[in-house]
């Protein structure tokens, strides 16, 4: 079973300031499959990143996805007030599976 | 625009049953997986379940295998899912999801989603 382990749980920071988000694996994933949402308070998620690296429709290059095998990061550069959110890492496996991190929840401090 | 509004939920006792349903437009529906995907009350996201494009594959998460069914209507750009057996731990938001057309296998698009209570 494929389990994914998002850190740190919540992160506190300022406007302007860059957010850096870690999911690890259980297990090796193709770097095809790792994704990561956005979900703002009150609304559904929106895919932000794919393919570990591809920005998804719309979302702005302040947004960075990266990583291989068990480690993915997304990085937020220069935090504007509607990034602060919970975000979700996501990968497949070919049981088939989908399966979700946790979440991070990145506040104003 | 892509567009994808749940319909169906509300309040059900345990052991009861209830079917979600999930109007799409703005794409080719019949060419799209969908799915759907739940997250409880102050909780993370959980897949539950995948339904090939035609309905010839579906796929679901082992903690709803057996109770839940999804299925889907092509002539009516809908997906839906029959949920039997509720329990209180199914209480959750429920979000109807489109699923990359492109083989990345995540979910592209989400819908506002629909609450479904299990409760006495």
């Known amino acids: 079973e494929l389990v994914l382990t998002q850190s740190p749980g919540t992160l506190s920071l300022s406007p302007g300031e860059t957010a850096t988000l870690s999911c690890r694996a259980s297990?090796?994933?193709?770097?095809?499959?790792s994704a990561w949402y956005q979900q703002r308070r009150g609304q559904a998620p929106r895919l932000l990143i794919y393919a570990t690296s591809t920005r998804a429709t719309g979302i702005p290059d302040r947004f960075r996805g990266s990583g291989s095998g068990r480690d993915f990061t997304l990085t937020i550069s220069r935090l504007e007030p509607e990034d602060f959110a919970v975000y979700y890492c996501?990968?497949?496996?070919?049981?088939?599976?989908?399966?979700f991190g946790q979440g991070t929840k990145v506040e104003i401090k | 625009e892509v567009r994808l509004e749940e319909s169906g939920g509300g309040l059900v006792q345990p052991g009861g049953s209830l079917r979600l349903s999930c109007g799409a437009s703005g794409f080719v529906f019949r060419a799209s997986w969908m799915s759907w995907v739940r997250q409880a009350p102050g909780k993370g996201l959980e897949w539950l379940a995948n339904?090939?494009?035609?309905?010839?594959?579906?796929y679901y998460v082992a903690s709803v295998r057996g109770r839940f069914t999804i299925s889907r209507d092509n002539a009516k750009d809908s997906v839906y899912l029959e949920m039997d057996n509720l329990r209180v731990d199914d209480t959750a938001v429920y979000y109807c999801t489109r699923v990359s057309t492109t083989g990345y296998e995540n979910f592209e698009s989400w819908g506002q989603g629909t609450l479904v209570t299990v409760s006495s």
């Open positions: 297990q090796s994933i193709s770097s095809s499959y």
């Open positions: 996501q990968q497949y496996d070919s049981s088939p599976t989908w399966t």
């Open positions: 339904i090939a494009y035609d309905g010839s594959a579906k």
